[in-house]
């Protein structure tokens, strides 16, 4: 079997959906007579842990563990608001607290790309030793944090016959919170150049999305291709009906993403429709923001809302295939058009109609025309929405079935794209 070296940061125990990328290219890759090796940080600082997903890394897989110190053990004992700022959440309000202000000020500029910079050079030296040893021929590394793709960066200066895969699971200095990080000039010029040379200097950019694929060859990169996330889960086929119409969210809900003209449009329903408001149930799976709690007390939505809070990724499945319409939501920008949040692909398999908000002509709208798996709005169609919602809870009354596209949704199994993959390999 053909031997590539994967160069990560998040792995399992880490939570969230940064881990699920390469863990499941990771579990099929053996499949196609491919050799996984992974090299991950050992005792990293992750925001959240899941240790269910030790349970998919198969025992014969290699893994190294590079020892790496991090700043954020430090800011975690001055202020408990770091592990929100571990995981890329910036207060962008008008009421940051001074150590927010200067956290991300010191975080934008003097920790470039990222506070796990200081991982570069041991994991460097380590993946030298090993690709001579084991004569490697193809090294991936995955970011963010990006730092891991300057590892790949010196790397390819080394070895310049090895072939350098770089995955952006998200952009570099197009990511929408990278203007909130308070950027000096140099700051920001550092940025765009190291950028500019992971992009150029690797042999092939993987990009999640059509939007970001295109940006990166703007940028740069001389090879690019797209291969989204996915889903690795079946159907539920055995799915009974709700006692309620449910609506439901999984993930971290924060400000930026507040689909509020939807809690509107469901306040109007309750208000005005007896047989809606009896038989409405909204349902939030992870991590919500304060202010939009507020904002959903405030329109009389309480009594209505269930909050499960952060659960396993496998329990979220099973929340996800229980209910009747599946919530994404994206940033009111233009910017955001190439972002497509790993669960749209989970949404998808569970066969549960999809209701999407964001920015107009986005990769997500793409998608859910290509699937039939729902429909998208922006945050302009309150109308629209209100009349969709209420269209669903009619069908779920009456027993309906939405017609999917079937084919389409299969071409987003983990495997097949790992198939897709394995062509590049």
Not at 5 to 27: C, H, N, T
Request: proline letters at 5%.
């Amino acid at each position: 079997m053909k031997k590539v070296l994967i160069i990560l940061y998040y792995f399992p125990p880490a939570g969230g959906p940064g881990v699920q990328r390469w863990l499941k290219f990771i579990k099929y890759l053996p499949k196609y007579n491919i050799c996984p090796v992974v090299i991950k940080p050992k005792n990293p600082s992750y925001p959240i842990i899941d240790d269910s997903l030790l349970k998919e890394v198969s025992p014969e897989l290699e893994i190294h563990e590079v020892p790496i110190w991090e700043p954020y053990s430090i800011a975690h004992k001055v202020n408990n608001q770091n592990k929100k700022y571990q995981a890329g959440q910036f207060d962008t309000s008008k009421n940051q607290s001074l150590f927010s202000k200067l956290s991300i000020f010191i975080r934008g500029n003097f920790f470039i790309p990222d506070a796990r910079k200081f991982w570069i050079n041991p994991c460097t030296k380590y993946a030298q030793n090993y690709i001579r040893k084991e004569n490697i021929k193809t090294v991936i590394t995955t970011g963010p944090p990006h730092s891991v793709h300057l590892i790949g960066l010196n790397l390819k200066k080394e070895f310049k016959d090895i072939n350098w895969i770089a995955d952006f699971r998200d952009p570099w200095t197009e990511i929408s919170y990278h203007k909130e990080l308070k950027l000096l000039p140099f700051a920001q010029k550092k940025h765009k150049n190291l950028e500019y040379k992971v992009l150029s200097s690797s042999d092939l950019v993987l990009a999640t999305s059509y939007t970001d694929a295109n940006r990166f060859r703007e940028l740069g990169a001389k090879n690019t291709i797209t291969i989204t996330n996915g889903f690795d889960s079946e159907f539920n086929s055995s799915k009974s009906k709700n006692a309620k119409f449910t609506i439901c969210y999984s993930g971290v809900l924060e400000q930026l993403r507040n689909p509020y003209p939807l809690w509107e449009s469901l306040s109007e329903l309750v208000r005005e429709n007896a047989d809606f408001r009896s038989n409405f149930k909204l349902k939030f799976v992870g991590k919500v923001d304060e202010k939009i709690k507020n904002e959903l007390t405030a329109l009389n939505l309480d009594s209505y809302i269930q909050y499960v809070g952060y659960v396993s990724h496998s329990k979220s499945i099973t929340e996800i295939e229980s209910a009747d319409l599946l919530l994404i939501t994206n940033f009111n920008d233009k910017t955001s058009k190439g972002i497509i949040p790993g669960k749209l692909f989970e949404y998808m398999a569970t066969h549960n109609t999809i209701i999407s908000i964001g920015t107009e002509d986005s990769d997500v709208q793409k998608i859910l025309n290509k699937t039939s798996a729902g429909q998208h709005f922006t945050y302009q169609d309150k109308d629209e929405i209100k009349n969709f919602v209420l269209n669903q809870f009619s069908k779920w009354k009456n027993d309906e079935q939405t017609v999917i596209n079937l084919d389409s949704i299969k071409e987003f199994h983990r495997e097949q794209l790992t198939q897709r993959l394995v062509e590049y390999l």
